[in-house]
């Protein structure tokens, strides 16, 4: 167990590379308790959201969530989060836990007066299954052919033991899987209940690491921040630039004069994985700097992210990556690292 953000955090159970693994064949529970859920309600919620991501709100229909960024003026991101629409008067956004108060702040700041914020995070328990067994599983428990129903990025409502369950088709590992929401004071009974399961293992949070880098997915406060744009970071897909939204004007600025280094992706050659605030160099030169690394148990070599010189971003080009006398040869790979 290890402090975050104010709350204890399992890193791990029986170990990272058994628990990843296990994910990747069968099925992973992992507790993300930590994570925040505001809920922003009133007639001009959707308005006032459209305004505040990158992605489409306006596109959303009941029963649909979408992936994008909160931007500052500047174009840096805030947050990345997930938004659900409920109905057309309320959505709830999961934010990181790291952020809730500030992501707080900066849309109070934002909304208008018919629009209002409300902090769900401290009654919200929220438990991902993730893996090729999660639908059997999730389907026994909370009745097979509406979990099979449930599209990627999607959600529906369900019951377990006259508590409302939100689960939506949602997750940080690549696999699919399902992310349930509900009371908090059900938490216990319904980790037990999935547990139960024969299929069904406990993983951490290095697990949940390990898993989101195979599939190169950033993690805020690493990869992607305040000093980065969406742009910057390889994620201008989850950027709707047809619609007006905080920050646009910054992005715009960049797809017409450029900018410096972007997020990629490498593989070492050997199973040492560079760790975050390695220097990357091509032809011992400083070329950028790895802000995630770690071990693949899929591919058993190292893997990761950096934020590397533009014109070395090139599926391929070798690099160096060095600390303290370290010195690990890698090649520039675009993710996923791991296919199915």
Request: glycine share 12%.
């Amino acid at each position: 167990m290890v402090p975050f953000s104010g709350w204890n955090m399992p890193v791990q159970y029986t170990g990272i590379i058994e628990e990843h693994l296990h994910t990747r064949s069968k099925a992973g529970l992992f507790d993300i308790c930590h994570m925040g859920e505001l809920f922003i309600r009133g007639s001009s919620a959707e308005q006032d959201l459209d305004r505040l991501m990158t992605c489409d709100i306006k596109g959303l229909v009941d029963g649909r969530c979408r992936y994008g960024f909160l931007l500052n003026r500047e174009g840096g991101i805030i947050d990345d989060v997930i938004v659900f629409r409920i109905s057309a008067r309320e959505y709830m956004m999961v934010v990181n836990a790291g952020t809730v108060e500030s992501d707080g702040k900066w849309i109070r700041s934002n909304l208008s007066s018919g629009t209002d914020l409300s902090d769900g995070s401290a009654n919200i328990a929220k438990l991902d299954l993730q893996g090729p067994l999660s639908t059997e599983v999730t389907g026994s428990v909370f009745g097979s052919s509406a979990v099979r129903a449930i599209k990627r990025f999607f959600f529906i409502n369900a019951g377990f033991k006259g508590v409302d369950v939100m689960i939506s088709r949602t997750g940080y590992t690549g696999e699919t899987g399902y992310e349930m929401f509900f009371s908090a004071s059900a938490a216990g009974e319904l980790w037990d209940v999935l547990m139960s399961f024969g299929s069904v293992r406990p993983a951490g949070l290095g697990a949940r690491d390990s898993l989101r880098m195979e599939m190169g997915y950033s993690l805020y406060g690493h990869d992607i921040d305040v000093e980065h744009t969406p742009a910057e970071a390889g994620l201008g897909k989850f950027v709707r630039m047809e619609k007006d939204f905080i920050g646009k004007k910054k992005l715009l600025e960049q797809a017409e004069h450029g900018f410096g280094r972007v997020l990629a992706g490498f593989v070492c050659e050997g199973r040492r994985a560079a760790r975050e605030n390695y220097l990357a160099k091509v032809d011992n030169i400083e070329a950028g700097r790895v802000t995630s690394g770690t071990f693949s148990p899929c591919l058993k070599k190292g893997i990761g992210l950096c934020y590397i010189d533009r014109e070395f971003a090139v599926e391929g080009r070798e690099i160096t990556l060095t600390r303290g006398g370290v010195e690990i040869r890698a090649n520039i790979r675009k993710p996923p690292f791991v296919r199915k």
